[in-house]
Each structure stands twice: as structure tokens, then as C-alpha cells.
């Protein structure tokens, strides 16, 4: 088993069966790190990992994954390097090339990271840009599939900012054939270029991928709710404008009663209780957060093992 593409930069990219691979391996792989069996499929490999943003979980998920399958992850800071000093990214994609076995890359510009690809000649993983957010998206499929069984025709409804998060999950779940909407308010709403490319997506799995404005009506018969800050990394100047703006948009105890008794609460974290979500749903029984943050690691090293090995996964 491997991925068709040398890189994972959007889940747009991989075919329905490269997104059930890459469930399938994590989930053989956090069985073979819980029974503590070896699993060292990148022994003797390097990772670069550039963070232009903070970070806790990928940066933790990455770096811990990557020693556990064998390999010896390098945490680049940006601040610490030459690329944030302004050496331009195809140069820095040329020579880390020479060194490294992979790049794991989180930024700002989703540009940047399709120029690190193109220049680089190993794997380059998108741990995050402005964009999409693939790996926490895809764990988060992975976390459903471990509550709920079946994802095929599932109900995830997204609540506020049409960002990053909410970008990946609708290419998640179309690849996955989960019916999703993503309920923001104007002007928050998803891009719709996005929008369009996983409408085109969903067509293969038979799923639906909607946005609605109106939030209760979104989440009647919801089985997974799924909340991001209202103010991402990189747009701290317009916090108060998006308080105002998404204000409404809120897990809490009132959305959830109209969802299905048994509706998943996710939050990719880190979490600004009082804000997308109440202190009550997400220490409730419904939230399921600190497996979802669990499974970055499982699935980020199914990632890699996928993208990296020279065995057979
Ligand atoms: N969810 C997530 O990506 O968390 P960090 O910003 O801590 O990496
Ligand atoms: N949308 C958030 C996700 C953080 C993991 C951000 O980009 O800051």
C-alpha cells in the first residue's frame, strides 16, 4: 500500500481509496504502538519540520510519530531559519531536499506549500496553512469511524468560521461520503471555489456537501457537531469584528439537544470556551476532543509511513 501523489497537501488530491488507506493503516498502527509491537517502518530517516505558526499538537503529534516509526524529526522554527529571514522557498525546498527525507510544513500561505512541493523532491505534509488543515480532517475521520462505525451517510455539521477547518472537513467528508454542512453566517462563509471542488468530490461517494446560515436548522439530526475558533493564527486584528459577526455560531447545550442523541462533538483544539463552544459541551459526555487530538498521532504517522517507507504498510 502507498499514495498515488509524492506529497499530501489537500485531501482534494487523494482518491476515495487513498483516504480509506490512510484510515486503515493508522488504525493498524495505534494497535501496534498500544501492544507496543515495532513499527519502525522510516528507521533511519529524517523529517524537517518548518512551523511558521504555533503550534501543539502537530507540532507534538509530528515530531513524537516520527521518532516512534523510527526516524529523526528536526523542528524548524521559522524565526530560527534562513526561510524567515527570506530566503525564497524554492531554495529552501532545493537543500532541504539534499538532507532530509521529508518536510513537514505549517504557514500561511497556501501558495508556499505547493512551491516547497514542487521544488522539493521528497514528501512535503501540510500541517496547516491559511487554507485547509488535511491531517487534523483526516483524523477526525478517523475518530467518527471509531465512535460511530459507519461514516457513509453520517451527518457532520460544521458551526461558525468557514476557514481552514471547515475547508478540509468538506473535502473529508465528501471523500468519505458523510453529508456536511457547514453553518457561518455571510461573509464567513466557505470559499467557494472550495465549495464547488467538494460538491464535485461528493458526487462520487453520494454524499452532500451544503452550507446554511441558519445554525439550529443545520444541526437538527446532526451526528457530529464540529466547532474552530472564531479568529484563526494570522487574522488576531479582526477579533473583535468576528466576535460581533459569529457570535451566534456556538456549540452549546441548546444546539445539541436538537441533534441525534448520540451527536459527537468535535473541536480540533485549542478551544476558546465561551466563544465556539461552551465549557459544558466540550467537558460533557458528548465531547470527544482528546481522542480526536490522540489521533493526530495515529494518522500522521499512517501519513508518513505511507509517504516515506520503502517497505510495504
Ligand atoms: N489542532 C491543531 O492543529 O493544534 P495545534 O495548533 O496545537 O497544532
Ligand atoms: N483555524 C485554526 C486552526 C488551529 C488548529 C487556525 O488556523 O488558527
Known amino acids: 500500500m502507498g499514495l498515488l501523489h509524492k506529497d499530501l497537501i489537500s485531501i482534494h488530491d487523494l482518491t476515495v481509496g487513498e483516504v480509506a488507506t490512510i484510515l486503515d ?5 495505534k494497535k501496534k504502538q498500544k501492544n507496543g509491537e ?3 517502518y522510516l528507521k533511519g530517516k529524517t523529517l524537517g ?15 513524537v510519530g516520527f521518532y516512534q516509526l523510527g526516524g529523526h524529526p528536526i523542528y ?10 527570506g530566503e525564497p522557498v524554492r531554495d529552501t525546498a532545493r537543500v532541504l531536499s539534499r538532507f532530509v527525507d521529508g518536510i513537514m510544513i505549517r504557514t500561511f500561505s497556501h501558495e508556499s506549500v505547493k512551491e516547497l512541493a514542487q521544488y522539493a523532491t521528497v514528501p512535503v505534509i501540510n500541517g496547516l496553512t491559511d487554507l485547509l488543515h488535511p491531517c487534523q480532517a483526516l483524523t477526525d475521520m478517523l475518530t467518527i469511524q471509531e465512535k460511530l462505525k459507519v461514516l457513509k451517510g453520517r451527518k457532520l455539521v460544521y458551526v461558525g468560521d468557514g476557514n481552514n477547518m471547515a475547508h ?29 471542488q467538494a460538491q464535485e468530490d461528493a458526487k462520487e461517494t453520494g454524499c452532500t456537501i451544503t452550507v446554511e446560515e441558519n445554525i439550529m436548522k443545520a444541526a437538527k439530526g446532526a451526528d457530529v457537531l464540529y466547532t474552530d475558533v472564531w479568529t484563526s493564527m494570522g487574522e488576531e486584528a ?17 444546539l445539541l439537544a436538537v441533534a441525534r442523541p448520540h451527536c459527537l462533538v468535535l473541536h480540533c483544539l485549542p478551544a476558546h470556551r465561551g466563544e465556539e463552544i461552551t465549557e459544558s459541551v466540550l ?4 465531547s470527544v476532543v482528546f481522542d480526536e487530538a490522540e489521533n493526530r498521532l495515529h494518522v500522521q504517522k499512517a501519513i508518513m509511513a505511507l509517504l516515506m517507507s520503502d517497505e510495504k504498510i
Not at 49 to 63: C, G, L, N, Y
Open 25 to 29: 493503516v493508522a488504525k493498524k498502527l
Open 283 to 286: 467537558e460533557g459526555p458528548h
Open 49 to 63: 519540520m518548518i512551523f511558521s505558526k504555533a503550534s501543539t499538537r502537530t507540532r507534538v503529534s509530528f515530531e
Open 238 to 254: 479582526e477579533r473583535e469584528v468576528r466576535m460581533e459577526a459569529l457570535h451566534d455560531y456556538q456549540i452549546n447545550d441548546e
Open 168 to 196: 478540509s472537513l468538506m473535502f473529508a467528508c465528501a471523500k468519505v461520503g458523510m453529508n456536511m454542512v457547514c453553518a457561518s453566517p455571510k461573509g464567513y462563509q466557505p470559499d467557494p471555489v472550495v465549495l464547488a
Open 38 to 40: 515495532p513499527h519502525q
Open 76 to 85: 524548524l522554527a521559522d524565526s530560527a531559519t534562513q526561510l524567515g529571514r
